[in-house]
């Protein structure tokens, strides 16, 4: 009887110890969509916060590969089962809205003052992820994109970076002269031929136009939109696209690039890393902003965001990561896992990285930047946006008639938000 | 200390009364278990789904508006994508109805013999039906690519340049080509399920035809086709599940486009539930698919197997 007396407690001793170590260290869940190679990167990145934070592991979860098209996905389900990450990634924008309608985001305008975010990152991300006056996330990548072209393709045929749209045209127009398609673009998804529509948009209703026509507070259906549309259609129609290019993948389209069929594809400053895993020729690859011939000169960008879930039950400790994830001195002793950093001050090696050091210098400096319409539209008008610009592409909307369309498309839109 | 006489008293004799199950209860509490699981993992997601699609509700807030029949109205009467992705999912279910049905039966015949290579072709026949469709489906996508896909290549390298086409580009070819795919896929399926139907039936029907001057299509028509008729219920009850079932495949070849023209039920259900956070209405889109489903194969089913 002794024995077991003595048996259960220590069994009692052993269970309470085990329960009191478990609960002295809490374990903050992070969710990204790194592939592995950047997994491979933020490992001592995380091994350094765990050791610098006893109290704390962070342990990252990562949907790699999936997008926006389902990574949003997993991250309702964790939670709608009650079991969401302590900080999750997320683009900047409306693929954050429903989230933050639904009540799932917490806002972090108190850690703002705590830690003083406003002044860490680029202020112009910042209000990019603002929301009804609200800051639900920090940004900590700002992604610029431009054109990217073949720098031989350019010399062979004595060309230059184009100062206007005609330039631009001009340009285009000599590739097709000599067989070689002006850009290549995988229209799957649709956000890709999206990025050519948003320039010509920026170009042909100009910089408060545009902005108005993607908060809705303007007409789709007015002559500069029917200008853009009819911009698309002219380059599908001149040949200075890759044709058959609707269901292309993104990725895939950069293949007529690679064999030189294609001078340019619109892309972000993340292709540097992609024509460096693709053993593409660095050198032979440089970007220009499209020129808009507005002012003021603006280009797409867009950030990248941290939040935390509502449900979180460490939320000051998530808080604190974030903080310690965003600060420079940190991201400056991992310069390969914050490449496109939105935190002032953290310079990318120009040797390294020479196209982005050159981005970094544009999205933390006070240059003009607006948002990729899949950004400022929720997924369901963004898919009718996209409908739209198919039918334009495959010639069976005219630029008229997709003006006409984008337009019922976006009063539907706002009457089943009154309904 | 006090003594205790054995035998003082006289022992009592308890009788245990043995309780028994009834014998017809006995396969009840075999099945328990997997009513229950099935209870459980299905029955009720079932019920709840139907549930939800009488709601308002994005799947995420903890509220929930009642809409009563709005969201099933809505898919017949107001929603143009709806109506047009249940048409695809007619044209694709009569497809697969008939041409993965008659190539499998014609493989089935082929290869229903003695033949040194026989087993070798069932297999080569049978193995896209065991790859993952999303894999089949990204694989064919690359076939398909216009500019540097097999199909167009192979196209301009026998002269047939004026052939190629933007296959999943193209509005009118988008649906036909992953239908192809679909074809590729699932012939296994029916030339598998036919191949054991012709092995169950016996040799001396067809002796009997012979010796009677059948030919071999009066032996196909008289002999073969009847023997079949239950592998036929199967065979084609699969067929109109699979062809309102589609998903995966209109998924990774088209993601619904170009524009929306490849939407299925089922890709419209998921970028609704999903993508759009319209979980009631997306259920509806369930329901809908399931009852049209039912509405087809029960009575199907019930009148192969009565005849």
């Known amino acids: 009887m002794r024995g077991l007396k003595i048996f259960a ?73 009650g079991d969401p990450p302590d900080v999750f990634f997320m683009w900047g924008g409306e693929i954050a809205g429903p989230f933050i309608k639904a009540g799932q985001v917490e806002p972090l305008d108190a850690y703002y003052e705590k830690y003083g975010w406003d002044k860490v990152v680029a202020p112009w991300t910042i209000e990019r992820i603002t929301r009804d006056g609200h800051k639900y996330g920090v940004p900590f990548h700002a992604r610029g994109m431009g054109l990217w072209y073949r720098v031989d393709l350019f010399e062979k045929y004595g060309l230059s970076e184009p100062k206007t749209y005609d330039d631009l045209a001009n340009i285009c127009s000599t590739f097709k002269k000599d067989g070689i398609y002006c850009a290549s673009f995988g229209g ?90 693709d053993e593409q020729p660095l050198e032979n690859y440089k970007f220009f902003l499209p020129p808009t011939g ?99 592409v495959a010639g069976k909307i005219t630029p008229a008639d997709a003006a006409a369309q984008m337009q019922a498309k976006a009063e539907a839109w706002k009457a089943k938000q009154k309904s | 200390m006090s003594e205790i ?110 033949a040194p290579a026989s087993t070798l072709f069932r297999t080569i026949f049978y193995s896209p039906a065991v790859l993952p469709l999303v894999a089949v489906g990204l694989i064919w996508a690359w076939m398909y690519n216009p500019h540097f896909g097999v199909v167009n290549v192979t196209l301009k390298a026998v002269g047939l340049r004026s052939w190629t086409n933007g296959w999943l580009s193209n509005y009118e070819m988008a649906l036909p080509a992953t239908f192809v795919t679909f074809i590729w896929s699932h012939v296994g399926f029916p030339m598998i399920f036919y191949l054991a139907g012709l092995q169950a039936i016996s040799k001396d029907y067809y002796e ?51 524009g929306r023209s490849t939407q299925v039920l089922g890709t419209w259900m998921y970028f609704q539930t999903f993508q759009y956070y319209h979980a009631g209405y997306g259920s509806a889109l369930a329901w809908v698919i399931a009852a049209i489903v039912l509405v087809i194969a029960i009575p199907y089913i019930r009148r192969m197997s009565r005849g």
């Not at chain 1, 948009?201 to 507070?217: F, I, S, V, W, Y």
């Not at chain 1, 950093?341 to 999205?363: F, M, Q």
């Not at chain 2, 245990?16 to 278990?33: G, K, S």
Request: charged content about 20%; aromatic content about 12%.
């Open chain 2, 5 to 114: 006489t054995l035998g003082a008293r006289r022992p009592v004799i308890v009788r245990r009364r043995r309780w028994r199950i009834p014998v017809t209860a006995i396969p009840y509490l075999f099945l328990a278990p997997a009513t229950l699981w099935y209870a459980a993992f299905l029955v009720y997601p079932m019920l709840q789904s139907l549930y939800v699609s009488f709601f308002d509700w994005d799947g995420l807030s903890p509220t929930m508006t009642f809409v009563g029949l709005e969201n099933y109205i809505n898919i017949f009467a107001v929603d143009e994508v709806a109506r047009l992705a249940l048409w695809n999912n007619i044209l694709w279910t009569v497809g697969a109805l008939v041409l993965p049905t008659f190539f499998g039966l014609m493989l089935a015949l082929a290869l229903n013999r003695r």
């Open chain 1, 188 to 277: 799957k998804f649709g956000w890709q031929t999206m990025r050519l529509l948003d320039y010509f948009t920026e170009t042909t209703c100009g910089p408060e136009e545009h902005d108005k026509l993607n908060a809705l507070q303007s007409s789709w259906n007015q002559p500069c939109v029917v200008a853009a549309y009819d911009r698309l259609a002219q380059w599908v129609k001149d040949g200075w696209l890759v044709p058959d290019f609707l269901n292309v993948a993104p990725n895939d389209a950069r293949m007529p690039v690679y064999s030189g069929d294609a001078a340019m594809v619109f892309e972000g400053g993340w292709f540097e890393g992609v024509l460096k895993s």
């Open chain 2, 208 to 258: 009997a035809a012979t010796i009677d001057g059948a030919n071999a299509f009066q032996r196909f028509r008289h002999v073969t086709m009847p023997g079949l008729a239950e592998t036929h219920v199967i065979v084609l009850s699969l067929a109109v599940i699979n062809g309102f079932k589609v998903f995966d495949l209109v998924y990774t070849m088209t993601y619904g486009g170009p």
């Open chain 1, 294 to 392: 507005q002012t003021p000169v603006r280009y797409s960008a867009f950030p990248e965001q941290w939040m935390i879930p509502t449900s979180s039950k460490h939320k000051d400790q998530a808080a604190a990561l974030i903080n310690w994830m965003t600060i420079a001195d940190t991201q400056k002793q991992y310069p390969e896992a914050f490449t496109a950093s939105a935190t002032i001050g953290v310079e990318s090696d120009c040797t390294v990285a020479p196209r982005d050091c050159e981005w970094k210098k544009l999205l933390t400096s006070d240059s003009a930047t607006y948002p990729p319409t899949d950004q400022a539209f929720t997924k369901e008008l963004i898919d009718g946006f996209f409908e739209v610009q198919d039918g334009v």
């Open chain 1, 9 to 81: 407690a220590t069994a009692l001793a052993g269970f309470v110890a085990f329960s009191g170590g478990a609960e002295a260290k809490d374990t903050l869940r992070l969710m990204t969509v790194f592939d592995a190679p950047t997994v491979k990167l933020w490992e001592p990145v995380l091994a350094a916060y765990n050791a610098a934070n006893p109290d704390v592991e962070v342990k990252m979860e990562t949907v790699a590969g999936s997008g926006a098209a389902v990574y949003p996905d997993v991250l309702r389900t964790s939670m709608a089962s």
